[in-house]
């Protein structure tokens, strides 16, 4: 398409110095040369935002360790770096006032839980690779715990506990399986921030992600 528009730029400027033209040509070379102008500004926009998405708001931080991880609990790696992102930010060294650790901000009491479970004795929860690891097992518990995937990762960030009680409350659920209202706002608000970021992910690197988790 930009060949196209080069290509007649250049037919038109070679008429016009052909025939010395300044009205109908003269006026033409202006509106295609415009044309032009506006088109690689839009398709630089274009470039730029999806390199701003990928490097900036969607990275695939700690790519290897996830691509890992996910393969080794069945999990859709975009999930993961969705999870990631909203948690952390990737950044291996975050702290919650809650005490949650690390990339997928894993709690002590999580951490012993999933250590146990794995028969880990000695494990650093700032440590990418074992924090990835545990945390893929956590979502893998949880969605073979619940029946729906967003009620899983709801237990992520609310607790197992708290959205078992939800299922059997009428107000929040009619089938006992499902969560058609949650009743904490931060986690309504970070199912929201999960999926968005997960069908974000899907939409950049999908293919990509695909192509990845097949070559391991």
Not at 1 to 7: E, K, W, Y
Not at 144 to 164: H, L, P, Q, S
């Amino acid at each position: 398409f930009c060949r196209l528009f080069a290509d007649a730029l250049r037919i038109i400027y070679i008429v016009m110095e052909t025939n010395n033209a300044d009205g109908f040509f003269s006026a033409a070379y202006k509106i295609v040369t415009y044309v032009l102008i506006i088109f690689w500004c839009f398709f630089g926009l274009c470039f730029f935002y999806e390199y701003y998405s990928k490097k900036v708001l969607y990275p695939l931080g700690y790519r290897e360790e996830v691509l890992d991880c996910a393969r080794e609990y069945d999990l859709n790696p975009a999930l993961v770096f969705a999870i990631i992102r909203v948690e952390s930010g990737f950044d291996n060294n975050a702290q919650s006032g809650k005490g949650a650790t690390g990339l997928m901000q894993i709690t002590t009491e999580t951490g012993k839980y999933i250590a146990e479970k794995l028969k880990i004795v000695n494990y650093d929860l700032f440590d990418a690779k074992t924090n990835i690891r545990f945390g893929c097992f956590y979502v893998r518990y949880l969605t073979d715990g619940f029946a729906d995937a967003k009620t899983a990762i709801a237990a992520y960030n609310a607790g197992e506990g708290n959205v078992r009680i939800w299922l059997e409350n009428k107000a929040y659920s009619d089938d006992g399986r499902t969560l058609k209202e949650i009743p904490f706002k931060e986690t309504r608000v970070y199912v929201k921030k999960i999926y968005e970021s997960f069908r974000k992910y899907k939409k950049l690197y999908g293919k990509l992600l695909d192509k990845s988790a097949k070559n391991e």
